[in-house]
């Protein structure tokens, strides 16, 4: 059992900046791949960006490409997203989830979501 909090959400202006946390409980972080995702009133949750359980992968969507980053510093139990030239389409719930092993496209493990609004 994995259990996840999100932190770091808030209020930006267009161009802005934020970054993300995720702190992890358990032992076996390390073994989980970790990604974001997010949901826009109205839309589907999509998949963001995530990272692989060794750090040496990535995976991004088309939409933030050279624009949002992602790590883990596997000592804290903790994964970042640094988000960067925000766009008002970047609004929504940010929810961070886990995955024992390998991305796949449904994650086991979520959090309940923090919410990043970026102004035009």
């Known amino acids: 059992q994995v259990q996840l909090v999100e932190s770091g959400g808030g209020l930006v202006q267009a161009g802005g900046s934020l970054r993300l946390s995720c702190a992890a409980s358990g032992r076996t972080f390390s073994s989980y791949t970790m990604g974001w995702f997010r949901q826009a009133p109205g839309k589907e949750r999509e998949f963001v960006i995530a990272?692989?359980?060794?750090?040496?992968?990535?995976y991004y969507a088309d939409s933030v490409k050279g624009r949002f980053t992602i790590s883990r510093d596997n000592a804290k139990n903790t994964v970042y997203l640094q988000m960067n030239s925000l766009k008002p389409e970047d609004t929504a719930v940010y929810y961070c989830?886990?995955?024992?092993?390998?991305?796949?496209?449904?994650?086991?493990?979520w959090g309940q979501g923090t919410q990043v609004t970026v102004s035009s």
């Open positions: 990272i692989s359980w060794s750090g040496g992968r990535r």
């Open positions: 989830a886990a995955i024992r092993g390998d991305h796949q496209p449904e994650y086991d493990y």
